[in-house]
T-cell receptor
Framework: QQQVKQSPQSLIVQKGGISIINCAYENTAFDYFPWYQQFPGKGPALLIAIRPDVSEKKEGRFTISFNKSAKQFSLHIMDSQPGDSATYFC???????????FGAGTRLTVKP | NAGVTQTPKFQVLKTGQSMTLQCAQD?????MYWYRQDPGMGLRLIYY???????DKGEVPNGYNVSRLNKREFSLRLESAAPSQTSVYFC????????????????FGPGTRLTVL
């Protein structure tokens, strides 16, 4: 049973558009919500992360929105670029690094 | 600084064969992890080593064993490979396992693509 559900599975966006990826979690003990970016043939790399004490976190063109009551969080990529084409994974965990749960991933393609 | 390195990059095994996946990190991290990545499943934790000298089971440990050889190296062994173990395996490391209530960033290696026939 997947504890973190991610959608959509794939996403195609035009250059300059906004990419939005959504995740929902079940375990209310989760308190750390990272997003990872993975390019083909590479390992995942941390992109941005949020804790539930804030509702939004922005780093450059990447923003996480967090809704604690709905147990949902999302990644917004503004002004999407072809170089952003990758697979994005959301994750959630508690205090320990052994209980990180990952979403199934979203393959983003940004068309020039 | 190579970060996290994994060998081999690719491997094909026959059912019943054994093999060891190697992982090394040069960041002086205390904690290391093994994940498997399957289509539609995200990453799932197989085993982890919170610190040198300790190892513990993760979410999907069956069919695997691990060895924390020293602070740098953490290997994953398949004693009798099965087709269900066909996957991409990632090793990761973090400076701390439990960073005072703050989950510590994990750094991933490039992965090993394993096929079991």
């Amino acid at each position: 049973q997947q504890q973190v559900k991610q959608s959509p599975q794939s996403l195609i966006v035009q250059k300059g558009g906004i990419s939005i990826i959504n995740c929902a979690y079940e375990n209310t003990a989760f308190d750390y919500f990272p997003w990872y970016q993975q390019f083909p043939g590479k390992g995942p790399a941390l992109l941005i992360a949020i804790r539930p004490d804030v509702s939004e976190k922005k780093e450059g063109r990447f923003t996480i929105s967090f809704n604690k009551s709905a147990k949902q969080f999302s990644l917004h990529i503004m002004d999407s670029q072809p170089g952003d084409s990758a697979t994005y994974f959301c994750a959630a965990s508690g205090d320990n690094n052994n209980d990180m749960r990952f979403g199934a991933g979203t393959r983003l393609t940004v068309k020039p | 600084n190579a970060g996290v390195t994994q060998t081999p990059k690719f491997q094909v095994l026959k059912t019943g064969q054994s093999m060891t996946l190697q992982c090394a990190q040069d960041m002086n991290h205390n904690s290391m992890y093994w994940y498997r990545q399957d289509p539609g499943m995200g990453l799932r934790l197989i085993y982890y080593s919170a610190s040198e000298g300790t190892t513990d089971k993760g979410e999907v440990p069956n069919g695997y064993n691990v060895s924390r050889l020293n602070k740098r190296e953490f290997s994953l062994r398949l004693e009798s490979a099965a087709p269900s173990q066909t996957s991409v395996y990632f090793c990761a490391s973090s400076e701390f396992f439990f960073a005072g209530g703050v989950t510590d960033t994990q750094y991933f290696g490039p992965g090993t693509r394993l096929t079991v026939l």
